[in-house]
């Protein structure tokens, strides 16, 4: 793996190389701009070629619903789903529906 940084220039001489990102601190999510130069065994570098690597969040979020067992007939009850998440930003919305009663059995 290869941990790059910006403006430091990594060499190798393996043509594939894996991109090392610390979970704890991740690329901000959007453009993030590489570069490539290769190197003969005359010495001679070859032009820069550059590439667009867009980071994004494509992982879906969890929904966490949380309800009584047992609700008393005639009255109100909560619903929470506030232990939802998602692991690359953070909730915007919450979509509650009532699918009528359990038919699963």
Do not use: C, W
Not at 19 to 44: C, F, I, K, M, W
Not at 56 to 82: C, H, M, S, W, Y
Request: glycine share 8%.
């Amino acid at each position: 793996m290869a941990k790059l940084e910006i403006n430091v220039p990594f060499e190798t001489d393996q043509a594939v190389i894996v991109v090392e990102v610390d979970p704890d601190q991740p690329l901000a999510r959007g453009r993030h701009l590489y570069q490539l130069e290769v190197t003969d065994d005359s010495g001679n570098v070859s032009a820069p070629d550059q590439v667009v690597v867009i980071v994004a969040d494509r992982e879906r979020p969890t929904a966490v619903l949380n309800g009584p067992q047992i609700a008393d007939v005639g009255k109100e009850f909560q619903l929470n789903g506030e232990k939802s998440f998602d692991i690359g930003g953070t909730i915007k919305s919450y979509r509650f529906t009532y699918l009528g009663p359990d038919q699963r059995g």
